[in-house]
C-alpha cells in the first residue's frame, strides 16, 4: 500500500527512482511522481493510472538532478488524480508518504489559522504545508523536518526533499515500514527491501518513531527520543527481490507454479531430512505449558489461521481462539494465563494485525509470528518469528504465501501435539513423512491446469459463485471465494456445508455455480448429501475431489476436477492449488488486470 524511494546518488535520479517504483507497483497504487533538484531546484512530474504513464511524461518533460524522491499512491484521502498524486509540495519542500495522517484536519486548521491554504484532498499535502511554515519561521531543512514530524498523529513512513538541498533527505517512520539503503558515497530510502533491491544490496531497518538525516555520505539515525542511535545493517539475500517473472505472463502463475519448490524450502527450514521432530528458531517455544492459543490476522492469512484451528483443537488437543486482526484489539478480549498470541502476515508490516500485536504485548505469555519477511515490524516485535520461506510474492492475491503459512502452521501443530503428549513419535514421524511427500503432491496437482482453463471459461459468464466445505475445506472455501473476487471482481461467497439449507439455498439456481470442495475425508459423505441439494434444485455444482469421490459422487454435477489422494490432515494445502487455479483463469478469461486487481493493494500499512 504506496511506495516510497529516495535516491542521493552519483547518477541521475529519475531512472532509478523510476526503476525502483517498478519494483513497488506489487504493492498497488493508481498514481506515481517523482521529484528531484536539479541546479539547486526543485521539481517535480506526476501522472495518474500505471507507471507507463508517468514514464511517457518523462520522456517528453525530463527530470535532471541527481537527489530525488519517489512514490506509488493508492488512494486513501481523495480520489485518485494529478492533484492528488505524491510527491506533494508546498514552494521549497516536497514529500512522500505512505500512511494516514490521523489529525490532519486539525492542522490543517492551524495553518488556515496562519493564511495557509491548502490546494489538493490529501492528508499528505498537509505535511508539507506544515514543513514550510517551519521554513518559513527560519527553521533550517532539518528543524522542520524533525518539529513537523512532531506534530504527526497516525501511521506513516514519509519522505522530505527541500529546494536548495542537493545532498540531503530526510525520513521518518511510524507505523509503517522504511528502510535505509547504503552505498559507494551514495545513500537510499524505500519502503522496503524490494524498492532498494536496483540500487544496493546492504540495508538497515528504522525502528518505530526512528528518524533519519541521510546525506551521500552519511546516516544519521535518532530515535523518537531523539537519541542518535544506529541500526544493523544487513545484506539482503539472493532472490529475496526478485521481481521477474520468469517467462510467465503474470506473477501469480509464476507463484502458484512456485508452490512446490517454496514448500520443500520451507519443510527443510524446519524438519532436518533425517529428523523425526519439528526444529523451530531460538528461543523455541514448549506447548506443554501453554493453555490456550489466540491466533490474529486479516485476508488470506486469517483463513490460514482458520484452518490451523481445526489442527490445533483435533490434533494438539489446544484450545484456540481466531480473531479479524481489525476487530481484535477494540473489544479488548481478555488475556487468560497461559495464552499464546499467534499473529499471522505475509509482509509482517500489516498495520492492523501489527496493532492487535501491541496489544497482546505484555499479556500474553508469549507473541509467536508467522511471516514472510523475517526483518519486519511483527517479527521484530515478535518473542518468536517463524518465516515461512515463500520468497518474494509480488502478485496481489496472495498464493505462495498462503500454502507456506499453511505448512508452517501444520508444522507448528504438530510441535504442540507432541509436547503435549497428544501424538506419540510413531504417529509424529507418520505426519513429518507425509509433509515431505507434500512438495511432489502439490506439483501433480498443477497437472490440473488445462481442465481448470477451460471450467474458468464458463464460470467467467457469472455473477455470483457459492463455495461450500465442511470442516477445514471450509477456510478453504472462504479463500476460493476470496481469491475469486479479488482478481475477477465476481461476487463469491463461502458457507460451510452444513449451513446451505438455513439460508443459503435460497440463491441457488441454474445460474449460480457452487463450488463444493470435498476430499474423501471422514466428512465426504455429509458434503455430499448437501451438494446433492444443491442439484436438486438445478443448481450447477463443480465438484473438486480425488479420484475415489469423482468415482462416488459425480453423478449429476456439472465439472468436476480430481485431485490426488491425499492425508485429511494435509488436504487444506493441497486444495488450495484449484481454488488459485480457478480465480486465475476466471481473471484471464474477463481480462482482468491479475497482478494489480482494482482498489487492493498488496501490504496494508493503513488501518
Not at 54 to 73: F, Y
Not at 484 to 506: D, F, Q, R, T, V
Request: glycine letters at 8%; hydrophobic letters at 45%.
Amino acid at each position: 500500500m504506496c511506495g516510497i524511494i529516495g535516491v542521493l546518488s552519483r547518477h541521475e535520479a529519475a531512472p532509478l527512482l523510476v526503476e525502483s517504483l517498478k519494483r513497488l507497483e506489487y504493492r498497488g497504487y493508481d498514481s506515481a511522481g517523482i521529484a528531484t533538484i536539479n541546479n539547486g531546484t526543485l521539481e517535480r512530474r506526476r501522472a495518474v493510472g500505471k507507471l507507463v504513464n508517468l514514464q511517457d511524461r518523462l520522456v517528453h518533460e525530463p527530470l535532471a538532478g541527481k537527489v530525488g524522491i519517489g512514490h506509488t499512491r493508492w488512494a486513501t484521502h481523495g480520489v485518485p488524480n494529478e492533484a492528488n498524486a505524491h510527491p506533494h509540495r508546498a514552494a521549497g519542500v516536497a514529500v512522500v508518504h505512505n500512511g494516514i495522517i490521523e489529525n490532519f484536519r486539525e492542522l490543517r486548521a492551524f495553518l488556515a489559522e496562519n493564511g495557509i491554504s491548502y490546494s489538493t484532498d490529501t492528508d499528505t499535502e498537509t505535511i508539507a504545508l506544515l514543513a514550510q511554515y517551519y521554513l518559513d519561521l527560519g527553521h533550517s531543512p532539518r528543524d522542520a523536518a524533525r518539529d513537523t514530524i512532531a506534530r504527526l498523529e497516525g501511521a506513516y513512513a514519509v519522505c522530505f526533499l527541500f529546494d536548495g538541498q542537493d545532498d540531503l533527505l530526510i525520513a521518518a517512520r511510524k507505523g509503517s515500514p522504511l528502510a535505509v539503503g547504503y552505498g559507494d558515497g551514495e545513500n537510499f530510502i524505500g519502503s522496503d527491501a524490494i524498492a532498494l533491491a536496483p540500487i544496493t544490496d546492504r540495508i538497515s531497518y528504522l525502528d518505530e518513531g526512528d528518524w533519519v538525516i541521510l546525506t551521500r555520505t552519511s546516516v544519521e539515525i535518532r530515535n523518537a527520543a531523539g537519541e542518535q542511535v544506529s541500526r544493523p545493517i544487513r545484506k539482503i539475500e539472493g532472490g529475496s527481490a526478485a521481481t521477474d517473472k520468469g517467462g510467465y505472463k503474470h506473477f501469480m502463475a509464476k507463484e502458484i507454479a512456485e508452490q512446490p519448490t517454496v514448500l520443500q524450502g520451507a519443510l527443510a527450514n524446519y524438519i532436518a531430512p533425517d529428523a523425526d521432530a519439528v526444529t523451530l528458531p531460538d528461543p523455541g517455544i514448549d506447548f506443554a505449558q501453554i493453555e490456550r492459543l489466540t491466533m490474529v490476522a486479516c485476508g488470506t492469512a486469517y483463513y490460514a489461521c482458520m484452518v490451523a484451528k481445526y489442527w490445533f483443537e483435533q490434533i494438539a488437543r489446544l484450545p484456540v481462539e481466531i480473531d479479524v486482526a481489525s476487530e481484535f484489539r477494540y473489544r479488548e478480549p481478555p488475556v487468560t494465563r497461559g495464552t499464546v498470541a499467534l499473529f499471522v502476515s505475509q509482509s509482517g508490516e500489516t498495520a492492523d494485525t501489527l496493532a492487535a500485536l501491541r496489544y497482546m504485548a505484555g499479556k500474553a505469555e508469549k507473541i509467536v509470528s508467522v511471516v514472510n519477511v523475517a526483518e519486519s515490524s511483527i517479527a521484530r516485535e515478535s518473542d518468536l518469528a517463524l518465516p515461512i520461506h515463500a520468497g518474494a510474492e509480488i502478485g496481489v492475491a496472495s498464493t505462495k504465501a498462503f500454502t507456506c503459512q499453511l505448512t508452517t502452521l501444520a508444522l507448528l501443530a504438530l510441535k504442540a501435539a507432541s509436547d503435549r503428549g497428544e501424538i506419540d513419535a510413531a504417529t509424529l514421524n507418520t505426519h513429518l513423512g507425509q509433509l515431505r511427500q507434500l512438495p511432489g503432491i502439490l506439483n501433480t496437482a498443477l497437472g490440473i491446469e488445462d481442465n481448470t482453463r477451460a471450467i474458468a471459461a464458463d464460470l467467467a459468464e457469472a455473477r455470483d459463485i457459492l463455495f461450500l466445505g465442511r470442516g477445514a475445506m471450509y477456510p478453504l472455501a472462504h479463500e476460493g471465494a476470496l481469491k475469486l473476487k479479488e482478481i475477477s471482481y465476481i461476487h463469491a461467497e463461502a458457507y460451510a456445508s452444513g449451513e446451505l439449507k438455513h439460508g443459503p439455498i435460497a440463491l441457488v439456481d441454474a445460474h449460480v455455480p457452487v463450488i463444493v470442495m470435498a476430499p474423501t475425508d471422514p466428512l465426504f459423505d455429509k458434503t455430499v448429501s448437501n451438494m446433492q441439494e444443491v442439484m436438486a434444485r438445478g443448481g450447477k455444482v463443480l465438484l473438486i475431489t480425488d479420484e475415489q469421490g469423482a468415482k462416488t459422487a459425480s453423478d449429476g454435477v456439472w465439472k468436476t476436477l480430481i485431485l490426488p489422494k491425499i492425508d485429511p490432515f494435509l488436504a487444506p494445502i493441497l486444495y488450495a492449488i484449484p481454488a488459485q487455479l480457478l480465480a486465475y483463469h476466471t481473471a484471464i478469461a474477463k481480462g482482468t488486470d491479475v497482478d494489480q486487481p482494482r482498489n487492493l493493494a498488496k501490504s496494508v500499512t493503513v488501518e
